[in-house]
């Protein structure tokens, strides 16, 4: 198992109330799967997914990637951890206006210390992988929805992670767009053997995975 989660709870405070987001969840995820996370707005998937991958801190239970216990890494290290072997899609894509998309790419690596040659070295492979080098040199206000979420889809892809986490990744993009964005990560999946973990509210989404986990109430209901 690439992902482990044993009875993972987490709660916040929202002024006086307590709001217990995840009750005692527990799941497996294979190396090389693609896992659909599903569930009405508020139900907790994206608690889930930050959880997992170290974004977010649990109260109790436990999280093993690749077989190491989140738990006992500092925030630090998990940080560190994220970088070697994590990659994240957004629905709002994250990427810096003033800069190109070689640029929105290689950046991750040139503030964690990678050579300015090596990193726009790697930063074209990855465009080149998601089929955008043409516009490389463009700016995200000069690209379409769905070529800026090929350049976030290039820039989680830089340290060849293990795990690619994608929060809602066809949200903001038509019908068209996002069946072209998930035919990608579909061939990236069958190509590179990498683990993606899905959140959607999309069920012709969640339908291309091999697997969906539904969620109610910060509970799993079905992991099949």
């Known amino acids: 198992m690439i ?6 709870c987490r709660s916040y405070r929202s002024g ?3 709001v ?9 995820i294979v ?13 907790g998937k994206t608690t889930l997914l930050n959880c997992l991958s170290g974004l977010d801190s649990i109260d109790a239970g436990d999280i093993f990637i690749r077989g190491d216990n989140l ?3 500092s925030d630090k290290e998990r940080t560190s951890y994220r970088a ?15 800069l190109s998309a070689v640029e929105n790419v290689e950046f991750p690596m040139l503030i964690t210390g990678v050579p300015a040659q090596k990193a726009r070295k790697r930063a ?5 992988l998601v089929g955008l080098i043409p516009r490389a040199r463009h700016r995200p206000a000069e690209l379409s929805g769905g070529q800026r979420q090929r350049v976030t889809i290039a820039r989680a892809l830089t340290n060849e992670p293990d795990i690619v986490w994608a929060d809602e990744p066809t949200g903001n993009l038509d019908s068209d767009t996002a069946q072209e964005i998930m035919d990608l990560l579909l061939h990236l999946n069958r190509a590179h053997q990498q683990t993606f973990v899905i959140v959607t509210h999309a069920q012709d989404i969640g339908d291309l995975a091999h697997r969906i986990i539904r969620m109610r109430n910060g509970t799993i209901v079905t992991a099949a």
């Not at 190396?31 to 139900?43: D, F």
């Open 84 to 98: 070697r072997h994590m990659g994240f899609i957004f629905q709002d894509f994250n990427l810096l206006p003033v």
């Open 31 to 43: 190396k090389g799967e693609m896992v659909a996370i599903m569930g009405p707005s508020g139900c």
């Open 124 to 128: 074209l492979e990855v465009l080149d």
């Open 20 to 28: 217990d987001a995840l009750k005692d969840v527990s799941l497996e």
């Open 3 to 8: 992902v482990t989660a044993q009875h993972v």
């Open 71 to 73: 738990r006992d890494l």
């Open 16 to 18: 006086t109330l307590r």
